[in-house]
Nanobody
Framework: QVQLVESGGGLVQAGGSLRLSCAAS????????MGWFRRAPGKEREFVAA????????DYGDSVKGRFTISRDNAKNTAYLQMNSVKPEDTAVYYC?????????????????????WGQGTQVTVSS
């Protein structure tokens, strides 16, 4: 079992920055990758970013490339999502998730179904 707790959400003005954190506990040694997803009202869940837990591979959704940065601190068992130049369309509940299944090619998954554990979510609201 892996437990995930997000924090850092809140209200931010367009063009501003916010950093989300995802603290992992439990069987963290079994984590292959950590991902961030988001769901805006009336929309489907969207992939935001992912990072290998032990490695350098990352990937980003097209809508956040160049603005958001995913990182991790293995010593703290925490993943981060640095959100810069935020836009009103970034408003959503942000979820972190853990993927325990290694990819044969070392890539991270963009598919939410590949992530076995999820946090409770943190609300991010961007005002215009």
């Amino acid at each position: 079992q892996v437990q995930l707790v997000e924090s850092g959400g809140g209200l931010v003005q367009a063009g501003g920055s916010l950093r989300l954190s995802c603290a992992a506990s439990g069987r963290t040694f079994s984590i292959y990758a950590m991902g961030w997803f988001r769901r805006a009202p009336g929309k489907e869940r969207e992939f935001v970013a992912a990072i290998r837990w032990n490695g350098d591979n990352t990937d980003y959704g097209d809508s956040v490339k160049g603005r958001f940065t995913i990182s991790r601190d293995n010593a703290k068992n925490t993943a981060y999502l640095q959100m810069n130049s935020v836009k009103p369309e970034d408003t959503a509940v942000y979820y972190c998730a853990a993927d325990l299944t290694p990819n044969n090619w070392g890539f991270v998954s963009l598919r939410s179904n590949d992530y076995e554990y999820w946090g409770q979510g943190t609300q991010v609201t961007v005002s215009s």
